[in-house]
Structures are given as C-alpha cells and as structure tokens.
C-alpha cells in the first residue's frame, strides 16, 4: 500500500525525504477530518497510511504476506467507538510514529545502510516532533503573550497592538515574514522557534507568514491552511479547518 506504485528510497536523504511525506499526510489527516470522517465506518478492520507525496488514506491493509511495507496499526476505525476524540486521535498518533519510524529503518535495512548511516537517519528524524507531540500539543508551546511582526518595521507598532488586543477574541494573531532589517539579535526566532505549525508539524521560520487559531491556539502556515497575508488583515477571529469542522459536528 504505498499510495501511486512503487517507491524505493536509497539515501539516508531520500528515506528522510520519504518520513517527512508520510509523516506530515498522516499529521494532516489526524489535526483535520479524519475524527469525523465516513471513511471510519466501515465493518472491516481499516488501516491509516502516509504517502511520500504527503497525501494519506484510510484503507484496508494489504493482502501480500509478509507484506512490501511493515503495515500500520490495524482496525483504527474500531478503536474510535467509545472512545473520546482527543485519547482516539492520541492512541492512532503513537501508532503511526511507530509505524513511521518502521517504514525507515525497513528501508535502511534493505539497502544496508551501515551504523553511521542508521545513527545519521535516527539524528533527523528525531529533530522532528512526533505525530503524537503535534497532536496533542504537548511540545514545548510559545509563550502566550504572542508577538504579531509585520512585513515592515513602520507597521510594527501596529501588529503589537492588534496583539495586545487580542485578549478581547476580536483579532486574528499572526507572525508574517520580515524583511532583514527587522530582525533583531535573532530575537523572534528564538522566541517562536518551538512553534510548530498544527497541519504539517514543521518548526517556526522567521521568512514564511503564520497564523494562530484563536480557538485552540495552535499556530499553522498560511499556506497550510489556504490563508495570505492579505485575507488575514480581514478577519476578526480566525478557526484552524480542526475547530471548523468540530462546530458543525455539534
């Protein structure tokens, strides 16, 4: 089951190119409709699977035995009955970093990676948070006084008082990319650089703009979550595609 035929990774590079895409479709998949989804009700036992190109599905497990991959944790769908969303989407995290970290080393057993190359690829991997941190928030979060910085430093007075003013729920928060001559000391990249963004779980960088859910307080890409800088100036209380969808729920 590898989503598009065959793939083969032969670098410590390629396999961590390879985690990475699986690894932020499956973080997709968890942080966005997966809880909700139809897909789960199904009366077969359902796996859920990353592709490198970052997409995911919920599917059945393959029918080869052994199979070309080590196959992820079976029967999610069964597990979400009685359970709460946040311990469901909890337990299917840990599943699929394990699944992920698998799928990598199979991969470097095949094609001999030697101990340098295994203690190099673990290195990597390990600079990434787990699905499980990025789900349930449990890494290092930012400070809650969140500073906005604008694109120009005429505009930074500004952002810090939409900033300030957010406490009243009436501002949407947001970190956009700057110029050099507003960096200060590397400041803001210390500040935010344990943000992680609550779609694809990547760290915090000073040139891409960011916005906060001021509903759960998780922070995402603009990209990530279909938003520019421009559409933000316009909205007063911004909800992640997670809160979004757990009000139509209710």
């Keep these: 089951m590898d989503g598009g035929g065959q793939y083969n990774p032969r670098t410590v590079e390629e396999v961590f190119r390879d985690f990475k895409g699986r690894r932020a479709g499956m973080i997709k998949a968890l942080t966005t409709v997966l809880y909700s989804s139809s897909l789960l009700s199904e009366k077969e036992n359902l796996c859920l699977y990353g592709f490198p190109n970052e997409k995911w599905e919920v599917n059945l497990p393959a029918e080869e035995v052994p199979p070309e991959l080590p196959e992820p944790a079976l029967g999610i769908n069964f597990a979400r009955d009685g359970m709460q969303e946040k311990d469901w989407l909890s337990l299917v995290a840990v599943h699929s970093d394990a699944w992920l970290l698998s799928v990598a080393f199979y991969f470097g057993a095949r094609f001999g990676f030697n101990k340098a190359d295994r203690k190099n690829l673990f290195a990597m991997i390990n600079d990434l ?7 349930t928030g449990t890494v290092k979060k930012q400070t809650k006084e969140k500073i906005s910085v604008s694109n120009h430093s005429s505009s930074k007075s500004k952002s810090g008082s939409k900033v300030r003013g957010s406490d009243s729920g009436k501002f949407t928060r947001t970190i956009q990319a700057k110029d050099e001559d507003d960096v200060v ?3 803001d990249e210390e ?3 344990d943000t992680l963004c609550g779609a694809c779980g990547e760290n915090y960088a000073s040139d ?3 916005i906060c859910c001021d509903m759960c307080e998780k922070w995402f890409h603009g990209k990530c979550v279909k938003i520019t800088p421009a559409r933000a100036e316009h909205i007063k209380q911004y909800k992640c595609p997670s809160c979004s969808n757990k009000r139509v729920r209710t």
């Design 129 to 135: 948070p787990t699905i499980f941190e990025v789900v």
């Design 191 to 193: 500040e935010h650089g």
């Design 208 to 210: 891409e703009f960011w």
């Design 185 to 187: 000391d590397g400041e």
